[in-house]
């Protein structure tokens, strides 16, 4: 899935994914200072299956990461991806996993 495009609109706190020029993803976010919390991933049903989804939360994160943001997975989809990517769990300080239902270390 080469064609996908995945950018930042801060405007509308929300990141989306393109796929040859339509809309087929977004994560939802609240920035405040040096935290940001994810609260809602979306896929269209047509675009489901392609795992869009996951290219989002993949670029999401590792954009939180390169910025030095703590995350806050409030997002179900968010939070599931990272307990199977325990390589982001730093991202969540450790007093918040808990109320994400993730493990305390990986």
């Known amino acids: 899935m080469t064609d996908l ?3 930042d ?7 989306v ?9 977004e994560v939802q ?21 392609r795992g869009i989804a996951s290219q989002l939360a993949r670029y999401v994160l590792d954009d939180a990461r390169s910025r030095g943001l703590e ?5 179900p ?3 599931g991806w990272i307990a199977r990517h ?3 769990l730093d991202l969540v300080p450790a ?11 990986a």
Not at 9 to 15: G, Q, T
Not at 71 to 75: A, D, I, T
């Open 5 to 7: 495009v995945i950018t």
């Open 9 to 15: 609109a801060p405007d509308e706190s929300r990141y």
């Open 17 to 25: 994914a393109n796929l040859e020029g339509v809309e087929a993803g």
């Open 29 to 49: 976010y609240q920035l405040d200072g040096d935290v940001i919390m994810f609260t809602h991933t979306g896929v269209p049903p047509e675009f489901e299956g």
């Open 71 to 75: 995350v806050l997975p409030r997002c």
């Open 77 to 79: 989809y968010i939070s």
């Open 86 to 88: 325990l390589e982001y």
């Open 95 to 105: 007093a918040s996993r808990p109320r994400y239902r993730l493990p305390a270390e």
